[in-house]
């Protein structure tokens, strides 16, 4: 598996020399901890035997580690990365990306065909095709129960019910389906449950396979985009979720390739091939120059998928116990090798000699996502509009010292983020250049002396204008990654003479308590999931306040360019307004853009046909484990 060629348009992958990874990241009590509750360690405390496929009666099983935990397995409710990967596995959209092709093409999965499209990108038809079924589960009381348009109807209602409070609603809403946020607002000013049986003229059943959408305005690429995100927008049945009810987390059933086995919350999480799962092959359409892809498609075209029988997923949300447990053999994947361990697994971008001779692969693509800090508008220390307060967060941008966060954090593992929008997607330039990309330790000192933000009492540390204690309340993770991170955090404040105060819980308790805004600021990362650029802008908008905003900004010029994008055709006009957007965010700077990452994946010798995919989720179908290799491997 070689690593993907540079895509058109982005800047080669930046080499950067980082110090060697030491001994051991996490002591040694915690590596044990981790690798209990993955498994992968003995009582005994040594490590346990590998868990090869073969002793599942000769299925094939990929095995691979999270290093964040999974919140549920509920469409609707979700935003984080690792939940959306299950669950692109087990529910299915109307389309889908191929899975060579870069960098990308969209193309029909239950769909017979693309959309039937007119009105100016306002009336889309789409026919659902026939004979495709859901997984087995009780609500169906022992029948076969096929996919048809009203539950595409029905899936996408519910991101508007408010009882399931949406993350992703915002998305839903800025489609603008006729009738719908209308049937939303009236659940909640009767406070009645959400009508799912009320008709509506934007989103209607037109006969049993056949699906209609009409929209306020023109969606030229959008309504397409959204439909091929599975792990949002994929098709449940209305019978499963009436009968979990709040349990729908914990019982998905969809009509893709893998059902889930087994779930232990935070630690193991288990799939396998879906019984009902139709006749799908491979198939792909990598471009004429694309000598991998051309290879994957020769070995694998015209087999059924999925390939592999099973995925086994562990939580390991410590480095050092993730990366041992795939040089034990216990993992056939280390997705996102840890920065920690670059020099000495794949100095200056090659793989190390020891690992090349046990036929390890390869592969660093430039991510379409980035690293960044929210700061809450509504807090009354780091949020609001006027000069002082825009000040103290341009101040706090440009204290932090990017470049050495790449070499020292990231172990030269990124590059500089100038903005939200992300490699591979548009409105991305990689010619652009904003404060978000600049570390000026004096013109920040200087922004704050001009606006009151000054050591009144000689203790070293500056206070607010108004004389009173200025201290910045940053989330953080109880893990020793983040440790490492804040602790460079600490040291670029310290310079600027602002002290800080690390609030450390569990990332999913700052999900929550980020999208109630509750927290003044907190460090995370997001990925694109589509080819278009506006999603990432998203952040910025009013309707996405409780959701994607986590900064709570709101402009009403912001939200202008945002929906005048979202309407016209990709050229000049667009891009002119991608800038302009970007200017916005940096003058305000309610978000500081760090660093977009650079993903280097080790695959096992008998794993076979793993390629990172860009912008979707879907790939465990896809690859092949070689059952001879693995036994001789691991004897």
Do not use: C
């Amino acid at each position: 598996m070689s690593a993907p060629g540079r895509p058109r348009g982005q800047p080669p992958i930046a080499q950067r020399e980082g110090r060697p990874a030491s001994a051991g990241p996490t002591g040694l009590d915690a590596d044990r901890r981790a690798l209990l509750r993955a498994g992968l360690l003995g009582a005994s405390g040594l490590a346990a035997a590998p868990v090869v496929a073969q002793d599942s009666g000769g299925k094939k099983v990929l095995r691979y580690a999270f290093e964040q935990a999974e919140v549920g397995f509920d469409p609707v409710q979700l935003n984080d990365l690792y939940s959306r990967i299950i669950t692109a596995h087990i529910f299915e959209g109307l389309y889908g990306y191929d899975h060579l092709a870069r960098p990308f093409k969209i193309k029909p999965v239950t769909a017979v065909a693309l959309p039937e499209v007119s009105d100016n990108h306002r009336h889309f038809v789409i026919r659902v095709r026939p004979g495709i079924f859901f997984q087995d589960d009780p609500a169906f009381k022992g029948k076969p129960r096929e996919l048809v348009a009203e539950d595409y109807v029905y899936s996408l209602k519910r991101f508007a019910d408010p009882r399931w409070k949406a993350p992703a609603y915002a998305s839903v809403q800025e489609l603008r389906i006729v009738g719908l946020h209308a049937l939303r607002e009236a659940a909640l000013k009767n406070k009645t449950p959400f009508d799912y049986d009320t008709p509506i003229e934007g989103l209607r059943a037109l006969d049993r396979y056949t699906l209609a959408f009409r929209l306020e305005r023109p969606a030229p690429r959008s309504l397409v985009q959204v439909l091929a995100t599975p792990d949002l927008w994929g098709a449940v049945a209305r019978e499963v979720i009436e009968a979990a009810g709040d349990k729908a987390v914990e019982r998905p059933v969809g009509t893709g390739p893998f059902r889930l086995a087994a779930w232990t919350r935070s630690a193991r999480v288990v799939l396998e091939r879906n019984p009902t799962y139709r006749d799908e092959r491979y198939e792909a359409e990598p471009n004429a120059d694309d000598a991998e892809g051309q290879a994957l498609l020769a070995r694998f075209k015209g087999q059924r998928l999925p390939l592999v029988d099973r995925v086994e997923i562990s939580i390991i949300d410590e480095q050092q116990p993730r990366w041992l447990a795939f040089l034990n053999n216990q993992h056939d994947l280390l997705e996102r090798l840890p920065s920690e361990f670059i020099n000495q697994a794949a100095p200056n971008g090659r793989l190390a000699p020891n690992l090349a001779t046990r036929g390890i692969q390869l592969a660093r693509t430039l991510n379409p996502d980035v690293t960044f800090t929210f700061f809450n508008m509504e807090d009354p220390v780091v949020g609001g509009y006027t000069p002082d307060k825009v000040a103290l967060r341009r101040a706090i941008g440009l204290a932090i010292d990017i470049d050495q966060e790449i070499r020292l954090f990231w172990r030269g593992q990124a590059i500089p983020a100038q903005s939200p929008l992300v490699p591979h997607t548009s409105g991305y330039d990689p010619r652009y250049a904003s404060e978000n990309g600049q570390h000026d330790l004096a013109r920040a000192r200087a922004l704050l002396d001009t606006f009151g933000y000054i050591d009144r009492d000689g203790d070293g540390w500056r206070e607010q204008p108004d004389g009173a204690p200025l201290v910045l309340q940053w989330s953080t993770t109880p893990d020793q990654r983040a440790r490492s991170r804040d602790e460079l955090r600490r040291k670029d404040m310290a310079k600027l003479g602002l002290r800080v105060e690390f609030r450390t819980a569990k990332f999913q308790e700052n999900l929550k308590n980020a999208r109630a805004g509750k927290l003044p600021i907190w460090s995370l990362a997001t990925s694109a999931a589509s080819p278009d650029g506006q999603p990432a802008l998203d952040r910025g908008t009013v309707n996405a306040i409780g959701g994607q905003n986590m900064a709570r900004f709101r402009d009403p010029r912001f939200d202008r360019m945002f929906d005048q994008m979202r309407q016209i055709p990709d050229g000049p006009e667009r891009e002119k307004l991608f800038f302009e957007a970007k200017r916005l965010l940096t003058a305000y700077m309610p978000y500081k853009f760090h660093v977009h990452r650079i993903i280097t994946d080790f695959a096992q010798p008998w794993l076979h046909g793993y390629r990172r995919p860009l912008f979707w989720q879907t790939w465990w179908q896809y690859v092949d484990i070689d059952v001879q290799a693995l036994r001789k491997a691991v004897g």
